[in-house]
């Protein structure tokens, strides 16, 4: 199955400093990468998604690239603010399946600090 | 709307006990998932309903049972918990997968088994 990899666990960055983030999967199979973000007490939520056919999509401060043929995606947080503190996951998932839903596989998350 | 809720928000059962959770979206969405995820840990698939039916079972005890009585409802009943089972129980929603990737998550229901 699936293995999805995220580094670093934990990130310290100085206010209006950039945040990257990097994950790796091995299933070339994979053509749906979403990021989550989960505050303290809360349930994940999607951020940014990109999809095996771009390879850059941007919102705002927030960027994904995906590099299809080393299997590597990387979200980018620029000019980073407090309430950017939270644990970020990635995510991948196939969509083969024909059953009408998504089997996501999760990196461990890495723990965001943005000190003021 | 991108919501999925869920109730309750805390829960403190005791191991004989019996307790179901609740979760619901109106987004028309036809595949909603349930999830458990521990501290500091990434969330854990543990069932996924696509067009009412259950589509997987991740090798999830019998003590917890999952129903969907509806497109837009979802529970996780509950019975004979052991204290392990204490976690963040995750509901989540998505479209079919012709119709989009999206999955989104509700924000979770805190179970603690005593």
């Known amino acids: 199955g699936e293995n999805v990899e995220q580094h670093p666990s934990t990130l310290s960055v100085q206010e209006g400093d950039s945040a990257v983030i990097k994950c790796t999967y091995s299933d070339s199979a994979s053509n749906y990468f979403p990021w989550y973000k989960q505050e303290l007490g809360k349930g994940p939520q999607l951020i940014i998604d990109?999809?095996?056919?771009?390879g850059e999509k941007k919102d705002q401060r927030i960027a994904v690239t995906l590099n299809k043929t080393a299997k590597h995606f990387s979200l980018h947080i620029t000019e980073t603010q407090p309430e950017d503190s939270a644990v970020y996951f990635c995510?991948?998932?196939?969509?083969?399946?024909?059953?009408?839903?998504?089997?996501?596989?999760f990196g461990i998350g890495t723990k965001l600090q943005v000190i003021p | 709307d991108t919501e999925v809720t869920q109730t309750p928000k805390h829960l403190v059962m005791g191991m004989t006990n019996k307790k179901s959770l609740k979760c619901e979206q109106h987004m028309g969405h036809r595949a909603m998932y349930w999830y458990k995820q521990k501290a500091k840990k990434p969330p854990e698939l543990m069932f996924v309903?696509?067009?009412?039916?259950?589509?997987i079972n991740e090798s999830v005890p019998s003590r917890f049972s999952p129903e969907c009585p509806n497109s837009s409802l979802l529970n996780l009943h509950l019975h004979a918990l052991q204290p392990e089972d204490s976690a963040l129980y995750l509901c989540a929603s998505s479209q079919p997968r012709d119709r989009g990737y999206e999955q989104y998550f509700g924000p979770g229901t805190r179970l603690t088994v005593t």
């Open positions: 990109i999809r095996s056919n771009v």
């Open positions: 309903y696509s067009y009412e039916k259950l589509s």
């Open positions: 995510a991948a998932s196939i969509k083969k399946n024909s059953g009408g839903y998504q089997k996501v596989t």
